[in-house]
């Protein structure tokens, strides 16, 4: 099911005074309606919002729910951010909310799938808010749609992540099977399946998931391994990673950062990574031209404590965007 957002998650402080110099984004957000004629407004690069209002992911993977509202908290949050980029170069679209109705996720993930495919055939990059990281497949669905349409097969998908989300689906598919689902489904294609995993954590994930990585030529760097003293080490890995790449999928699960800074997710961890080294890693991919969508994964508003991981969550991507105005200019 597909619906509009809610105009009231975008209000926020108006600076008057200010004019041009002190426009915020909900000020300069467009609204979009993807089962009406789409038109863009001549801005080199369109960001599209797409919310994924899910957590039956997370139910079945027995994780704590909430992640369902975490769009509009995202929203909420971004709203009153200040415009940074050149209007020129960038807008904004709010491009509405895929809902999970009567826990028919694959049913949600198919539509997902449609409206990611729909945004970047209109030349939007989506921007996907979650939602539990069920999201993720979904997410790909359309990645996978738009890039047959195109002809295109290198993609690489870096996931920032305490776990792998590499699990078994035999019994049903969670939040926590998605890019295995991935690797299967690109091998079903012949495609090969280029996967970075950042951020992982030994002790949450068991052998045979490493095991799974391993099997499916997945590659990670452990989250030990990605303190601030490590970040030039880490930036060079990405780099040289991306170098044979056309496209890149990144996702970004709040669950890797130390739940010091983001509490409200579905399951938080005390020694996740520090908000200025996922930072760093968002703005390298965008820096690299490469990035095609981004989707940020299991905001859990009903565990956030002061909306931090809101606020983190929101400003990571003000961060993705001044990088992108960097490269257009």
């Known amino acids: 099911m597909y619906q509009l957002s809610e105009k009231k998650y975008w209000e926020g402080r108006i600076d008057k005074t200010d004019g041009a110099m002190g426009l915020r984004w909900h000020q300069v957000l467009n609204q979009l309606d993807l089962?009406?004629?789409v038109h863009k407004n001549g801005a080199t690069?369109?960001?599209?919002?797409?919310?994924?209002?899910?957590?039956?992911g997370v139910r079945r993977n027995k994780g704590r729910l909430g992640a369902q509202l975490g769009p509009d908290a995202l929203r909420k949050a971004m709203a009153s951010l200040p415009v940074h980029f050149a209007q020129e170069r960038i807008a904004l679209f709010d491009a509405g909310n895929v809902l999970c109705p009567n826990q028919q996720l694959e049913r949600s993930q198919q539509i997902l799938g449609q409206k990611v495919a729909q945004l970047l055939s209109l030349g939007?990059?989506?921007?996907?808010?979650?939602?539990?990281?069920e999201v993720a497949y979904g997410h790909y669905l359309g990645l996978h749609q738009y890039l047959h349409q195109e002809q295109k097969t290198s993609l690489g998908i870096i996931n920032i992540d305490a776990h792998f989300d590499l699990r078994s689906y035999e019994v049903e598919t969670t939040s926590g099977t998605p890019f295995r689902q991935i690797a299967d489904l690109r091998k079903h294609h012949?495609?090969?399946?280029?996967?970075?995993?950042?951020?992982?954590?030994?002790?949450?994930?068991?052998?045979?998931?490493?095991?799974?990585?391993y099997k499916t030529g997945s590659q990670f760097v452990a989250?030990?391994?990605?303190?601030?003293?490590?970040?030039?080490?880490?930036?060079?890995?990405?780099?040289?990673?991306l170098h044979d790449k056309e496209f890149v999928y990144l996702s970004v699960d709040l669950d890797a950062i130390a739940s010091a800074y983001a509490p409200g997710v579905s399951a938080p961890g005390a020694f996740g990574l520090d908000p200025w080294v996922v930072r760093a890693i968002v703005q390298e991919v965008a820096r690299s031209g490469k990035?095609?969508?981004?989707?940020?994964?299991e905001l859990s508003p009903a565990?956030?404590?002061?909306?931090?991981?809101?606020?983190l969550a929101?400003?990571?991507?003000f961060f993705l965007l001044e990088s992108l105005n960097d490269i257009l200019l």
């Open 35 to 37: 089962t009406s004629p």
């Open 45 to 56: 690069q369109n960001i599209a919002f797409l919310g994924f209002c899910s957590d039956e």
């Open 124 to 133: 939007f990059m989506p921007v996907v808010l979650g939602g539990g990281h």
């Open 190 to 213: 012949s495609l090969p399946f280029h996967y970075l995993c950042l951020g992982i954590q030994y002790n949450g994930n068991t052998r045979a998931l490493f095991d799974a990585a």
């Open 223 to 241: 989250a030990e391994h990605m303190r601030e003293s490590q970040l030039d080490d880490l930036q060079l890995r990405i780099r040289n990673w």
């Open 291 to 297: 990035l095609l969508s981004i989707d940020v994964a």
């Open 303 to 311: 565990h956030d404590q002061d909306e931090k991981t809101a606020k």
């Open 314 to 317: 929101a400003h990571l991507i």
